[in-house]
């Protein structure tokens, strides 16, 4: 039987096992040395601003708000077509989301919609690089820079991508990135917060309760005490993460070149089937290919979106549908939505779906995952 191809898998060898064992011998398991060079390595490749390393992106995001003083009567504009965690930080400081369409085929902030959205409490913009393809970023920022907003990337997708040149997570004010286990690299779970040394004290603050100094002191007794000054909760990255994330980051360049290439095997290849749209790529942007999305379409395609991904789970192809959008999720039905006409993002999120794609995918995997697609396509053709 040939096997299941999942996906999405993290790519972890030798050197992260080593690494790991490196730091439980070393008897330092909490942040330390260890995650202070993760941190300093992983900004280095974005730019010239330090970062910490935190629990989670959605931690990172989380820190930028209330480092920001972001919160109740504030609303920070994002997109419609993203994960929960986006709109459930801004929900989670005590501020408003406030949720604009994305314009087609990026899936991109719909800038007019941005600006409409503005009111006198809009304090930030959210942007998502969604699967890895930049947001609009010039537009984006020249409505932030002329209205007095912060910009606050989201830039769980981004590893890998660039805009104009420049990596994403180099335009925020704050940037967040995700290293969670599907992502273009990982710590199992992790982020990474960037921004100005200036406010990344601040989110240092409110990553460790509050407490201005660090670890060290307390446990080598040389310091005990410790002041509270800000209500913090605790979001550090331990040094096991890091270790991993260290020697993923070696890996990194390998893994992203993996990524590209499937991406454009599976350009060539799918894009001779009929009854599927996929991804495209604006002109000014590297895409990271975090996600490969395909989207059915239901004029050519008689099959709904659900019973097509079954029965590609039945030939062998793993897929996950990225994303329902937050308007149409329960908590957030009363929300205030911005869009157009039709909602683009509910339109599209019907009959989106992800196929495999990771740093170690074969390329006779793609060419399997292709041949199956193929297949199913032509079953349900109308
Ligand atoms: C767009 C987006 N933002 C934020 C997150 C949160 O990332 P994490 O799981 O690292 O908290 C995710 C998760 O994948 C995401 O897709």
Redesign the pocket.
Known sequence: MTEFIPFSKPIIGEAEKVAVLQVLDSGWLTSGPVSEQFARKFADMIGDRPAIAVS????A?FLALRAAGIGSGDEVITSDY??A??ANVIVACGASPVLVDVTLPHLRLDVELVEAAITPRTRAIMP?HMAGHPDDMDALRAIAAARGLLIIE?A??GIGASYRGAPVGSFGDWSAF???ANKNMTTG???ILIASEENLDIARLFANHGIRKTLTGRIDGSNPYYEVVVAGLKFNMPSMSAAVGLAQLERLVDMQNNRNNIARRYDATLGALSGIRLPSVAAEVMHGWHLYMLELDPALIDCERGRFIEELRAGGIGTSIHFTPISSQPFYRDARLHTRGKSVAKSVAANIFSIPMHGGLLQEEADRVVEVIGETLHKHRR
């Open positions: 989670n992106a959605t931690a995001l993203t994960f965690a986006t998502i989201d769980a997708h995700s290293c969670y779970e992790g982020g």
